[in-house]
């Protein structure tokens, strides 16, 4: 479901799996890992000089992959913290600038995705938040990091607490994102802002990266929030709101969460 595409200095990685929101299993994942690091090759040796990631269909991507996930079977460590992180940081990392265009859902891992991005323009009618109060579980990927550095304490658990979702405009007036661009000139306007980026300064744009990466994780440490937030999750793994979460969502119905 990843597809990678190398053309004049610009690679693009494309989540396409628009039947289900470009939802990520592990093995899609590995996939994305994977585009990731064929693109990186061909940085190193000078043929990518910027990455564009993107979702096809209506949704950029709706999360992790759960219409076949057993809460009860669930390795939370194993998924997020031994394949979601990993692959994160791996992005994070890109030895280019990279960007992300966001359309419709970006929620979970999705949101982790659009993190791990050097800049990010999203639709204005894209959907941004933590639904997971629906699911008896907390969100991940990044989600609290990023929250609590650009909105503050009171506004991510106001969005933690409620499961209210962002439009990508409200996302972008709170400060989490750079850019956002009606839908249907979303691609067309994040192409042209790529092309102009891919014939710059690469080596000066690589060096500004690593600086703010080096700012970003001495002040509050991603990595480390990360860390914390898929323990967290594997804490609740064993209660009984995240089970009934997990199948209210399978079975599309409404959960009946008891706070055990």
């Known amino acids: 479901m990843i597809d990678l595409n190398i053309a004049d200095g610009i690679a693009t990685v494309t989540l396409n799996a628009p039947e289900k929101m470009n939802a990520l299993d592990v093995s899609a994942l590995a996939e994305l890992s994977q585009a990731y690091d064929d693109a990186a090759a061909a940085a190193e040796r000078g043929e990518v000089r910027a990455l564009l990631l993107k979702g096809e269909g209506r949704g950029f ?14 390795d939370v460590i194993g998924y ?18 990279t960007f992300a265009a966001v359309q419709g859902a970006c929620l979970g891992v999705g949101l982790g995705l659009a993190i791990a991005t050097d800049v990010v323009y999203v639709a204005d009618s894209a959907k941004i938040g ?9 969100l991940d990927s990044g989600g609290h990091w990023l929250f ?5 304490a009171h506004r991510t658990l106001d969005l933690i607490y409620t499961a209210e979702l962002m439009s990508g405009e409200q996302a972008v007036a709170q400060g989490l994102f750079s850019r956002s661009f009606a ?3 979303l691609f067309e306007r994040t192409d042209e802002i790529v092309a102009r980026v891919a014939s710059g300064a690469t080596g000066a ?7 703010v ?7 509050l440490g991603l990595w480390a929030s990360m860390a914390d937030e898929n323990q967290a999750q594997a804490d609740l793994c064993d209660t009984e709101d995240y089970a009934e979460g997990f199948a209210a969502f399978q079975q599309k119905r409404k959960p009946e969460f008891t706070g055990r």
């Open 205 to 211: 744009f690589r060096a500004s990266k690593e600086l």
């Open 80 to 97: 997020l913290g031994g394949t979601v992180q990993p692959v994160l940081e791996k992005m994070a990392a890109f030895p280019a600038p």
């Open 183 to 185: 839908a249907d000139e």
């Open 130 to 138: 933590s639904p997971f109060a629906n699911l008896g579980a907390t």
């Open 213 to 219: 990466a080096q700012i970003r994780d001495q002040r």
């Open 61 to 74: 991507c709706a999360g992790r992959d759960i219409s076949g996930v057993v809460p009860a079977d669930d």
């Open 148 to 152: 609590t550095e650009r909105l503050g």
